[in-house]
């Protein structure tokens, strides 16, 4: 036992007394600007709430007693993984998913949300790369418009916009598919 504590002294000390000669590196060299180019993706977004398997589930909501009005009250919480898909059609070829969270995100009568949402390509040209979307979201309006922040993979640097237009919804249960024109400048 009394070889063990010396060792451990022994590292200890050792450790202690080496000098550390690390410096903090940076190098910045002249912006060399790049060809941009300008991409337009359409598909579907399939946003389903009702089921045994939905892709939209609520993670939290408001701490209040008070009977609240709507399908989302105010600081209600979801995290989704919704399919993307080329066509309309729950059948249509899948090519990605929207990953994130909403936020119910309005105390009025309007409803809306405040979107984070990484769209995750899987198949095609654009296997392996995502945009990233934030951006307050009016779903009662039927066209609207979302900012894309960034991206990774061939969309690195991306920033554009998406155009959101309902394409149908279920009042009932709140599955919905969202048609996404989506625009974006990426090197």
Known sequence: MEKVV????????????IPVHSKYYSESRPYEPV?????????????????????AVQIAGPNTTKKEDGPT????????DDLLTEGPEITSKVIGNARGIYVSSSQEKDLTLVLYVDLGFTSGKFKGSSLSVFSRNPITEN?????????????RLARGFVLVKTY?????????VLEYNVEVVHP
Do not use: C, M
């Not at 010396?6 to 007394?17: D, E, G, H, M, P």
């Not at 600081?75 to 989704?80: D, K, P, R, V």
């Not at 066209?143 to 969309?155: D, I, M, N, P, T």
């Open 35 to 55: 060809q941009e180019k300008k991409t337009h993706l359409r598909f579907y977004v399939h946003d389903i709430l009702s089921g045994n398997k939905p892709s």
């Open 73 to 80: 009250p105010f600081g209600t919480t979801f995290a989704i």
């Open 143 to 155: 066209h609207r418009e979302l900012a894309v922040v960034g991206g990774r993979g061939h969309f």
């Open 168 to 176: 149908s919804l279920n009042t009932v249960n709140g599955d919905a």
């Open 6 to 17: 010396l060792l451990a002294w022994i590292l200890v000390l050792s450790i202690w007394t």
